[in-house]
């Protein structure tokens, strides 16, 4: 198997991971939404920094860089 | 001020974000237009939220979170490992190749203004109020 065959199933994996995660908060409210968890994430500043920190580099790496 | 009637920022995001998109698609990746579109736009985005607390009044998820923070633990490690193995595409070189369609990096650049937007909009609370 090649090297991107094996980076695509690792990458496909975790997609697979999260749509897993998703689903079992919406419908068993065991697990937090994505939704939910990126919000409670921001309720600190160190928190809010993180997050618009992060997706302001995954804008500038993918998109721009 | 109030967001939920700020249809001035909502007008003023929506125009910075299509010229962004423009230029993004125009000039592609590795370019200096682009690399200022994003940064600049970005930027604001991000200090706005700063500026309003977004998220400070969010509900609180307890240990609901935790699966989530396993998540990310695992997406970062699998990112890591890709880098340090030469056999193994990391994301971006995965991603380069579709990237490199005007179309594609147009929808690419809305769908993250979309989720930078979506991020200031979280419940808040204005300067000066506790």
Known sequence: ?65 | MVLSQGWAWWAALAAAGAACTVVVMAYGELSAPALAAVALTGAALAVAGLTWRAGRAAAPVGWRGIPWLGWLAAAIAWEALTLLDEDLWTLSDLLDPVLAHPAARGAATLGWLATGAWLVTRPGQPDGEQ
Do not use: D, K, P
């Open chain 1, 1 to 65: 198997m090649s090297g991107r065959a094996v980076s695509l199933l690792g990458f496909a994996a975790l997609i697979a991971a999260a749509v897993a995660l998703e689903v079992a908060g919406r419908r068993r409210g065991r697990v937090a939404t994505a939704g939910h968890a990126l919000a409670a994430a921001m309720r600190t500043t160190g928190g809010r920094v993180a997050v618009l920190s992060g997706w302001l580099w995954v804008g500038v790496h993918f998109l721009a860089r």
